[in-house]
Each structure stands twice: as structure tokens, then as C-alpha cells.
């Protein structure tokens, strides 16, 4: 397998089977995971294994203690970056996305940090929900409806 481009980053993730999915979904891809700190669980944590299953040892994970320690570290250009948000002006199938994208999602009950948001609104982006009766969609599902939308020309779709 190639190493991975594209990356799924999880900004204070709260619900462990959620990572857990998403870091399934990352090993299927070849993707990595990047995990901001503070979690709301332990990466120990039988609920993220288990959601996982047997894939999660091989998931390529990097971890980082703040949104700042990881842009300090990683440096990625700002139009690789994409933001997820049900307040996105844009929809996920607007951009074009970079070969090497960083997929950014926010935890489950607040989302991102206005501080992320304020200074990347051009960058934010969310899923369509034609039905007004849903406040919000599983993270799990959306960060794997995110990544397919992204990676469909690498894909051949």
C-alpha cells in the first residue's frame, strides 16, 4: 500500500466508538488519524477497540496536545485544510480537495472551537439535511460520507 495523503484530524473527539469507527474507516483508506487533545476517554478504552475491532492496531495514529501544537508541527497550507460543521456555508461536494487534505472535524456535542473557525471561514464546510427535524448527523458517518466525497477522483469516481 502507498502511505497515506489525505488525513482524518479529530479535534477533542468526546465519544469513543466514533473514533473507534473512524479509525476503522482510516485503516480501510490507508488514511492516518490525527487526534487532538483533551479526549473525552481513554484511547484504552474497550469501547474504542471494539468499535474499531482488530483494525485499530493498525491504525496510523498521530496524537497532539492542541490545535497549535499540531499546526506548529505539521504546517499544512491553509487551502488543505477543510472544516467540517453543520453551519458550513459551503457543502462537501463544493471544493476540490487537495491529494494530501486534512480532514478536520470537531467533537460531538460542541464542534470546533470558534477560535479554529473565526479564522478559516472560507474553509467550512457541511453535509446537506433536507429534513429540518435533524439537529446533527453521527460524526462516524459524516467524517466516512467526508472522506469518499474527498478521495472520489483517486478513486476513480
Same mark, same amino acid.
Given at each position: 500500500?502507498? %502511505?497515506?495523503?489525505?488525513k482524518?484530524?479529530?479535534v477533542?473527539?468526546?465519544?469513543?466508538?466514533?473514533?473507534?469507527?473512524?479509525?476503522?474507516?482510516?485503516?480501510?483508506?490507508?488514511?492516518?488519524?490525527?487526534?487532538?487533545?483533551?479526549?473525552?476517554?481513554?484511547?484504552?478504552?474497550?469501547?474504542?477497540?471494539?468499535?474499531?475491532?482488530?483494525?485499530?492496531?493498525?491504525?496510523?495514529?498521530?496524537?497532539?496536545?492542541?490545535?497549535?501544537?499540531?499546526?506548529?508541527?505539521?504546517?499544512?497550507?491553509?487551502?488543505?485544510?477543510?472544516?467540517? %460543521?453543520?453551519?458550513?456555508? @459551503?457543502?462537501?461536494?463544493?471544493? %476540490?480537495? @487537495?491529494?494530501?487534505?486534512?480532514?478536520?472535524?470537531?467533537?460531538?456535542?460542541?464542534?470546533?472551537?470558534?477560535?479554529?473557525?473565526? %479564522?478559516?471561514?472560507d474553509?467550512?464546510?457541511?453535509?446537506?439535511?433536507?429534513?429540518?427535524?435533524?439537529?446533527?448527523?453521527?460524526?462516524?458517518?459524516?467524517?466516512?460520507?467526508?472522506?469518499?466525497?474527498?478521495?472520489?477522483? @483517486?478513486?476513480?469516481?
Amino acid at each position: 500500500m502507498s %502511505e497515506p495523503c489525505m488525513k482524518m484530524v479529530l479535534v477533542t473527539p468526546e465519544i469513543p466508538y466514533n473514533t473507534g469507527a473512524i479509525g476503522r474507516t482510516c485503516v480501510a483508506l490507508n488514511l492516518e488519524l490525527i487526534l487532538i487533545k483533551p479526549y473525552g476517554f481513554s484511547l484504552d478504552e474497550k469501547s474504542v477497540r471494539r468499535a474499531g475491532t482488530d483494525y485499530w492496531k493498525h491504525v496510523r495514529l498521530a496524537e497532539y496536545d492542541s490545535w497549535e501544537s499540531f499546526l506548529s508541527d505539521r504546517r499544512p497550507p491553509r487551502d488543505h485544510l477543510y472544516f467540517f %460543521e453543520e453551519h458550513g456555508t @459551503q457543502t462537501l461536494y463544493d471544493p %476540490e480537495y @487537495q491529494p494530501d487534505a486534512y480532514l478536520v472535524f470537531g467533537c460531538e456535542s460542541k464542534g470546533l472551537p470558534a477560535a479554529i473557525l473565526d %479564522e478559516m471561514p472560507d474553509r467550512l464546510f457541511s453535509l446537506p439535511m433536507l429534513d429540518t427535524r435533524v439537529r446533527s448527523l453521527n460524526l462516524a458517518n459524516v467524517a466516512t460520507a467526508v472522506v469518499y466525497q474527498a478521495m472520489r477522483t @483517486q478513486l476513480g469516481g
